[in-house]
């Protein structure tokens, strides 16, 4: 459905009554355009109350506008208690991040004419997190995974130069911008909550890869990964990279190698100790064979 077609439907009023309201006024010589507006469907509620309410806005449609630009003119003309949260507006902080008709975006990212769901437009907070306020929820449970996670361990012995293949191929995984949607659409997160401790999901293995990419790191993380990170859990349906606002391949460029890497590892005992006596230091809490 084209929302901009819908908006002019569903909201000018009939030719009869334009010409009507142009007859009752002679004096005036400029012709009013009849204000466009859209529906927006808001869930909103307190901390922890995981299905909410619906509450409907009617928000005057501009060109251009994003979903960010109508929960704000809500916020501002009509709700004053609803909480959002957003930075930049630039699809750089990702903090506006949300479900719009059913698919994890960043508000401030998503053009109202682009959309292609049906009126109203409905915006929901991030179901895989707990709820502070209205379209607020708490990530906090991401930056723990990330403290988890082994840290980068540069080399000592070697001067800092590489190919620029390698740079890009760590780069991509340095384009997050930690908006939280990829973690937000993965299945093992957002349904299999019993799970949850033992699967640091795509986020974490997209960062795990851009250390493991470096051509300076010492670090091995693979032990992290098949155990505490529990990378077996993941099969590989893509959403996240599909959700990713910063287009990063995550599956294919991050998921798919660290799998081959790991599996490498358990089925060649020769290279894993080969590796043990030459190569990256093994995670602490890796368990003998990882
Ligand atoms: S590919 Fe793996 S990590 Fe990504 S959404 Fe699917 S199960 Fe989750
Ligand atoms: S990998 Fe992409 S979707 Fe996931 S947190 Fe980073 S920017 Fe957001
Ligand atoms: S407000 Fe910064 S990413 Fe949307």
């Known amino acids: 459905m084209n ?4 908006a002019t439907a569903v909201d000018a009023p009939p030719a009869e009554t334009q010409a009507a309201t142009a007859a009752a006024s002679p004096k005036s010589s400029v012709q009013k355009t009849p204000e466009r507006t ?15 309410r619906w509450e409907d806005f009617e928000v005057p449609l501009a060109p251009g506008m994003v979903v960010l630009d109508a929960v704000l003119h809500a916020q501002s003309h009509q709700a004053p208690d609803l909480a959002v949260r957003w930075n930049c507006k630039a699809a750089k902080c990702g903090s506006c991040s949300a479900e719009v008709c059913g698919k994890p975006r960043l508000m401030c990212k998503t053009r109202l004419e682009e959309l ?12 895989t997190f707990r709820r502070i306020r209205d379209l607020v929820t708490d990530v906090s449970w991401n930056y723990r995974v990330n403290a988890t ?25 340095r384009k997050c911008i930690e908006c939280f949607l990829c973690q937000d659409v993965c299945h093992v997160l957002r349904y299999q909550t019993e799970v949850k401790p033992q699967f640091a999901g795509p986020r974490y293995f997209a960062r795990a890869a851009g250390l493991d990419f470096h051509p300076m790191d010492t670090e091995d993380r ?4 098949s155990h ?4 077996g859990l993941c099969n590989i349906t893509k959403c996240c990279a599909e959700t990713c606002p910063e287009n990063i391949n995550i ?16 089925a060649d005992p020769l290279r894993a100790a080969f590796r043990r006596l030459f190569g990256k230091r093994e995670h602490p809490n890796a368990p003998a064979g990882s």
């Open 222 to 225: 693979l032990g992290y990964l």
């Open 3 to 6: 929302l901009r077609l819908d």
């Open 116 to 127: 292609d769901c049906q009126s109203p437009v409905v915006v929901g907070p991030m179901q």
């Open 251 to 266: 599956t294919d460029n991050a998921i798919i190698p660290e799998k081959e890497r790991v599996v490498d590892r358990q």
């Open 228 to 231: 505490e990170g529990g990378l």
């Open 149 to 173: 996670l082994p840290p980068f361990r540069p080399r000592a012995d070697r001067d800092w130069r590489w190919y620029q293949r390698d740079v890009d191929r760590a780069q991509e995984m």
């Open 38 to 52: 859209i529906v927006l469907r808001i869930n909103r509620g307190e901390a922890g109350d995981v299905a909410g």
